[in-house]
C-alpha cells in the first residue's frame, strides 16, 4: 500500500505564511507528478498546485506568486510554501501523488486526507 500524509496545516491571521509538507511511504517505485489540491466548506475541490518529478510547476490563477510548490524526490517528499494568505485561502489541503508500485503498468492516483488551514481577517 502507498500513503500519503499531510502536515503543517494551522489558523493565521491574513497576510501570514504556512507551510505544508506531504510524506509519501509504502510500496513505492516511483513518483511522478504530485500536487496540491483544496476544498473550502461548500465549494468543490480545486486545484492549487502541481509539480512533475522533474520539477515542470503549474499554478491556479488565485495562487501564483504566494504559493511555491517544490518537492524532494531522494525523501518522497512534497512541499507547498503559503505566503500572503487570504481568508479566502482557506480550505482543507490534500496531497496527491501518481505512484508507480512496479516498473510494469501505469500509475494509480493517491491522496492523503487532508490539513486545514485557516486564515482569519
Known amino acids: 500500500q502507498v500513503q500519503l500524509v499531510e502536515s503543517g496545516g494551522g489558523s493565521v491571521q491574513a497576510g501570514g505564511s504556512l507551510s505544508l509538507s506531504c510524506a509519501a511511504s509504502?510500496?513505492?517505485?516511483?513518483?511522478?507528478?504530485m500536487g496540491w489540491y483544496r476544498q473550502a466548506p461548500g465549494k468543490q475541490r480545486e486545484l492549487v498546485a502541481t509539480i512533475t518529478r522533474g520539477g515542470n510547476t503549474d499554478y491556479a490563477e488565485s495562487v501564483k506568486g504566494r504559493f511555491t510548490v517544490s518537492r524532494d524526490n531522494t525523501k518522497n517528499m512534497l512541499y507547498l510554501q503559503m505566503n500572503s494568505l487570504k481568508p479566502e485561502d482557506t480550505a482543507v489541503y490534500y496531497c496527491?501523488?501518481?505512484?508507480?508500485?512496479?516498473?510494469?503498468?501505469?500509475?494509480?492516483?493517491?491522496w492523503g486526507r487532508g490539513t486545514q488551514v485557516t486564515v482569519s481577517s
Open positions: 496527491t501523488a501518481d505512484v508507480r508500485r512496479s516498473p510494469y503498468g501505469p500509475p494509480d492516483d493517491y
Open positions: 509504502g510500496s513505492i517505485f516511483s513518483i511522478g507528478t
